[in-house]
């Protein structure tokens, strides 16, 4: 009875995000390539501008980088087009300007300089490395390339990351000389677990060592789990699947939610 | 000198006295080495005070409340000089500094909430 229920909600859980996406105007049907998730386009300014928006793709930046680092250092929002991100901005040193300033270099290979206002006409092949979409932009790091070797996850990147990390194979820079404030490494809270409200469920173990280490605290609180007392807010899947708490990551860039059993782990009692 | 040659002289003088009375009111257009000196110290005093306010937020966990309580304050001080900075700036250190102030008052109301 308690494996037809988990199967049964399990069915659920793979398709309900088919069903959320194809409410979403925007959102493209069925799943995306391994390639193409976390793929964010950026268009705040560039249509506007008279320039193709922009191609973010996350797998190149989260093989090298803690989310941390971006989403709080640099403040990008964890929503896209959240941040409204100018190209002044980036001249300015700031957001993507921060890293690809042109004199800064990762891994021996010199990291290319972002965006300057009134950049002359017709872009050149440096603004179209990120300035592609709709165009047949070939980047000059293959995915294949990045994640060739790299443990397999079944679903997402088709990477698992998080072992990709713990196996040394992944080594994320999280702080930014300049930028970043020097911090001491984070004290670890315990994990904890989570009673899901369906008989028969495993339950979640929610392991915070795994989410600091990447995240920090601010990048989860308040914002996505304002909930100041355990227990007094009743998480849902519905909710999660319409991008609130776990779901504003595991949606659309960290492991998708699909993968059940990635955060369901505790043995049924 | 004619009527219209006068009018001219009487034109410019007025031109140059305008000119001079702006000039002797009005800030320098360009910084002096005093002024520039004092503005890169007013920066560095944000930047630093902000690096110092925003360096605990990996141990808010376990500081006092009421050192906590004295971080929000100083972040709550930091805001308007943050307000004040140029647009790129004011954005990335406006977002950042909320983020660090809201973890500080998070950690805070989770005590408070038992």
């Not at chain 1, 309900?16 to 069925?30: D, E, F, H, I, T």
């Not at chain 1, 087009?81 to 993507?96: F, L, P, R, S």
């Not at chain 1, 304002?226 to 960290?254: D, N, Q, W």
Request: with cysteine.
């Amino acid at each position: 009875m308690k494996r037809t229920t988990f199967a049964a909600v399990a069915a659920v859980l793979v398709a309900a995000p088919g069903l959320v996406q194809s409410q979403a105007p925007a959102a493209r049907k069925g799943r995306p390539l391994p390639q193409e998730f976390g793929r964010v386009v950026l268009d705040n300014e560039s249509t506007r501008a008279g320039v193709p928006p922009v191609v973010f793709e996350h797998w190149l930046h989260r093989a090298k980088f803690t989310c941390r680092l971006c989403h709080v250092d640099l403040a990008f929002a964890m929503s896209a087009n959240g941040t409204k991100v100018k190209a002044a901005d980036n001249a300015a040193g700031q957001y993507c300007g921060a890293c690809h300033d042109g004199r800064r270099s990762m891994g021996g290979r010199a990291v290319f300089e972002s965006c300057r206002a009134g950049a002359a006409r017709p872009l050149s092949a440096t603004c179209l490395r990120c300035h592609s979409s709709g165009r047949d932009a070939k980047p000059q790091v293959e995915f294949a390339t990045i994640t060739k070797g790299l443990p397999r996850g079944r679903f997402g990147n088709g990477v698992d990351w998080e072992k990709a990390e713990e196996m040394g194979m992944v080594k994320l820079v999280d702080q930014l000389p300049g930028v970043s404030i020097p911090r001491q490494s984070l004290a670890i809270q315990k994990d904890f677990a989570l009673s899901p409200k369906v008989q028969g469920m495993p339950e979640i173990i929610f392991s915070h060592v795994k989410h600091t280490a990447w995240n920090g605290c601010e990048l989860c609180h308040p914002d996505v789990f304002p909930a100041v007392k355990r227990g007094t807010v009743r998480y849902t899947m519905t909710e999660i699947f319409a991008g609130k708490y776990c779901g504003v990551c595991h949606l659309s860039v960290a492991f998708p939610m699909q993968d059940c059993q990635r955060c369901h782990v505790k043995a049924v009692q | 000198m004619s009527a219209t040659g006068g009018a001219r002289v009487a034109g410019w003088r007025t031109l140059l006295l305008a000119a001079a009375i702006a000039g002797a009111t009005a800030a320098p257009a360009w910084p002096t080495p005093a002024r520039a000196e004092a503005q890169a110290a007013a920066k560095e005093e944000w930047r630093k005070e902000f690096e110092e306010v925003c360096a605990r937020t990996q141990d808010a966990m376990a500081l006092p409340s009421d050192e906590l309580r004295s971080l929000v304050a100083r972040c709550d001080k930091l805001k308007p000089v943050v307000e004040q900075l140029d647009e790129s700036q004011r954005k990335v250190f406006s977002k950042r500094l909320r983020d660090c102030r809201a973890v500080y008052q998070f950690v805070l109301d989770s005590r408070e909430a038992g």
